[in-house]
């Protein structure tokens, strides 16, 4: 069983839903992300999401923006954050690590190649976001070989068959993007997520979660409620962007933050 799989079947048993927090590797620093990925999962993040910084992140708002352009100051490309993740297992062979991202720097490097490293650095799932399944054969196909899982956004927009198409090429879990537009943009409308829920449901039996327009606690433990992962990124990440002349506070910032979503979802 995956690390992926075995970290929702656990908390499916205790009655607990997963908590996962992105964050971008190498802001502001390279130095503070993998102290930062510990605080989180002491401070009860369930698997992390490591953005792999790009110059053009299309799909993200003006903070994970800014976020990407602080790590590439620093030049903290791909090869940079699956060395990250191979420092982080060292002390933490258990909690799921996801890269999040964009496709030209796995292209650049090669599907098979990428796979590779990835499973040897401990990475266990990927998420590429211009990545269409029409056009994603060949990656998840070297990301399979490699028992690595590919893991896919559904929209609010996107229709039932293509919601049929996703869900059979998906593996680890579903992501639902919960508004239209880019992360960091809306408020939740909980009753339409509900309904895209079970939708989306009637097509897996993947464990899905929900991200974009997590904010705090009480938006967090509505998600909660519906979904089997509540993800947050913008309102994490603006903490960085906070503190990025005072690096050395984010990961403790970072856990008080990630242990008041916990508490939340727990009550």
Avoid at 93 to 106: A, D, K, R, W
Avoid at 171 to 199: M, P, W
Wanted: some cysteine; charged content about 20%.
């Amino acid at each position: 069983m995956s690390r992926i799989a075995a970290t929702f079947a656990r908390l499916q048993e205790q009655g607990r839903k997963a908590l996962i927090p992105f964050i971008t590797a190498g802001d502001p620093e390279p130095g503070i992300t993998v102290p930062t990925m510990h605080a989180m999962v002491e401070a009860g993040a369930s698997i992390l999401e490591l953005g792999v910084p790009f110059s053009d992140p299309m799909a993200d708002g003006p903070v994970i923006q800014h976020a990407s352009e602080r790590a590439l100051k620093h030049h903290v490309g791909l090869r940079d954050v699956l060395a990250m993740v191979k420092q982080f297992r060292h002390q933490d062979s258990q909690t799921p690590v996801v890269l999040m991202g964009y496709l030209n720097p796995i292209e650049v490097m090669g599907y098979e190649a990428f796979a590779s490293a990835a499973l040897e650095a401990g990475v266990d799932g990927v998420l590429t976001v211009d990545m269409p399944p029409e056009e994603g054969s060949e990656l998840a196909a070297a990301l399979r070989s490699h028992d690595i899982d590919t893991i896919f956004l559904l929209a609010p927009t996107t229709g039932e068959a293509r919601i049929q198409r996703i869900c059979d090429q998906a593996s680890g879990f579903v992501y639902y993007v919960s508004v239209k537009g880019i992360t960091g943009s809306a408020s939740l409308d909980t009753d339409e997520v509900a309904r895209r829920l079970d939708l989306i449901r009637s097509k897996t039996s993947l464990p899905v979660g929900v991200g974009f327009g997590i904010k705090d606690g009480a938006s967090a433990a509505r998600v909660a409620k519906m979904a089997d992962a509540v993800i947050v990124g913008s309102a994490l990440v603006s903490r960085f962007e906070a503190l990025q002349h005072e690096s050395d506070k984010i990961p403790a910032q970072a856990a008080a933050f990630i242990s008041e979503l916990r508490t939340a979802m727990d009550e």
